[in-house]
T-cell receptor, first 115, second 110 residues
Framework: GAGVSQSPSNKVTEKGKDVELRCDPI?????LYWYRQSLGQGLEFLIY????????KSGLPSDRFSAERTGGSVSTLTIQRTQQEDSAVYLC?????????????FGPGTRLTVL | GQNIDQPTEMTATEGAIVQINCTYQ??????LFWYQQHAGEAPTFLSY????GLEEKGRFSSFLSRSKGYSYLLLKELQMKDSASYLC???????????FGSGTKLNVKP
């Protein structure tokens, strides 16, 4: 079946503009994660959605970052008034949402470049 | 805070065996994952450990010692395609929030 998809694959924007990144998780996966990966670095947790529960937003670096998940499926990560330090690859992952043994399946990522 | 430590980079020869270590200090423990990430691609799941001991999966094995806060990924019969970054991730609680190490870049040379 289809994996996790993300769009756009690449986004170049000017400093101060807003951007929206989209994630389509695997059908039936109740858990959805957003991560940020800077060049040569590990994954930085941003936000986690699980079913209808309130999202865990503890990883969002500032109030310029927000995310929604509509209908328990597609998610959008919005970055307002982008800054150059926001340049990174933004990865989305989904999983079945089972405790302990949950395996995450990652999308191909969106490479964001802020000029 | 949660700390996950891995070596930054390793080099090994095709056909050899390499061990990539991961140490962690976390508020709790509910499992440790290893992911492989080729340059410019998304991470893919390799292995999961929650109990002490060795889990073997073909050429790849992963070991866990909870008392030592330590895991390693063992890659046997290295192939050039194994050149990638290997990410260690820990789930410290039951809420599916994962903490990733910075990854170990493995270079396999002929």
């Amino acid at each position: 079946g289809a994996g996790v998809s993300q769009s756009p694959s690449n986004k170049v924007t000017e400093k101060g503009k807003d951007v929206e990144l989209r994630c389509d998780p695997i059908s039936g996966h109740t858990a959805l994660y957003w991560y940020r990966q800077s060049l040569g670095q590990g994954l930085e947790f941003l936000i986690y959605f699980q079913g209808n529960s309130a999202p865990d937003k503890s990883g969002l670096p500032s109030d310029r970052f927000s995310a929604e998940r509509t209908g328990g499926s597609v998610s959008t990560l919005t970055i307002q008034r982008t800054q150059q330090e926001d340049s990174a690859v933004y990865l989305c992952a989904s999983s079945l949402g089972k405790p302990n043994t949950d395996t995450q399946y990652f999308g191909p990522g969106t490479r964001l470049t802020v000029l | 805070g949660q700390n996950i430590d891995q070596p930054t980079e390793m080099t090994a020869t095709e056909g050899a065996i390499v061990q990539i270590n991961c140490t962690y200090q976390t508020s709790g423990f509910n499992g440790l994952f290893w992911y492989q990430q080729h340059a410019g691609e998304a991470p893919t799941f390799l292995s999961y450990n929650v109990l002490d001991g060795l889990e073997e999966k073909g050429r790849f094995s992963s070991f866990l010692s909870r008392s030592k806060g330590y895991s390693y990924l063992l890659l046997k019969e290295l192939q050039m395609k194994d050149s990638a970054s290997y990410l260690c991730a820990v789930n410290p609680n039951n809420f599916n929030k994962f903490y990733f190490g910075s990854g170990t870049k493995l270079n396999v040379k002929p």
